[in-house]
């Protein structure tokens, strides 16, 4: 596990890349930090660089304008970030759900380190949950990540899951994402942030409205294929030979997903219906997407290129139905 997810904890089912502590439900926050391995702090230091001069053994020089970020506990560097950086410790990621959980009925889910401490994330249970038809239950959930290594911007997401699969959506609203970004140039507010998440988790039944919708349109055949085609095949894509087969594999087994390969493919809100496809290209991105390792697979289906394919597919699927 140590070459992928660096540490995770989790409560409830085990993940679908099967790593991490499996804990209790309603454990502490202390405890969720030592069992997901973010128990540390992340250490700042000036660059210092060696001005070696002919026959000497130079000195030892400092350059301000930049700082080196470390892990207190293995002294692992992590990055170097400018002097203006403002650091979002792992325990603050967790911290951000402690009223949450306590008076707000959230639950921690997961939370845990990508990259060797580069990344960390904590996944929280709102409570929401809608059942579309066919009984296809689909579940709210608030997910907060950083990083220390200027890659990711402090984002608090409002995701949804659909169970039958674990398959994970952003929840949006009119083509724009419900996610708050606080950049690292500016401190994080936990408060701040929660107060503007306030009015993107009651928009999930808006949100869930509108999956609804996806669920009744029925579909044709070269409906899906002019679907997959505009969702995994950009024109703005590499066009050389392995692009065209990486496209072509992608096609084939998106559509088999859709066909009735896919976990939950059989449910009436799926057969055939807009949905079904969105559902068939979160499921490949999430589980069959060809990735380096674990790690890999989430950091780009959460935050990465897959993320933003999963925003192409339902901004795709919603103009079925406008």
Known sequence: MAHQIHSMAYSGEAPWHELGNQLPPKQSIDVWAEKAGMNWSICQTPVRYMAQEVGTLGSIMSFDEQKVLYRSDTKTP????????????????????????????????????????????????????????????????????????????????????????NNTLAVALNGAAQAIKVPHSTSFDAQAVKQQLGVAVTQWDSFMYQMKTLAERKVKTHESMNYFL?????????????????????????????????????????????????????????????????????????????????????????????
């Open 78 to 165: 992590l990055s170097v970030v400018s002097d203006r950086y403002q650091v979002v410790q792992p325990k603050e990621v967790l911290e951000f759900y402690r009223d949450l959980t306590e008076v707000s009925g959230f639950e921690l889910e997961t939370a845990g380190v990508l990259k060797g401490g580069r990344k960390f994330w904590a996944l929280a249970r709102t409570g929401k949950e809608t059942v579309l038809k066919g009984n296809d239950l689909v579940k709210g959930y608030l997910l907060l990540a950083t990083s220390c290594d200027g890659t990711l911007a402090t984002t608090a997401t409002p995701t949804s899951v659909r169970v039958v699969c």
């Open 230 to 322: 505009k969702v995994l095949c950009q024109p703005d894509q590499k066009t050389d030979a392995n692009a065209r087969l990486t496209n072509e594999r992608a096609l084939k087994k998106v559509q088999a997903l859709f066909e009735g390969n896919g976990r939950g493919a059989e449910m009436s809100a799926s057969q055939n219906t807009a949905w079904g496809m969105l559902c068939a290209v979160t499921e490949y991105i999430d589980h069959e997407r060809r990735a380096r390792n674990a790690e890999y697979r989430l950091d780009s289906a959460w935050f990465g290129h897959g993320a933003a394919i999963k925003q192409r597919a339902l901004d795709q699927a919603l103009q079925l139905v406008r």
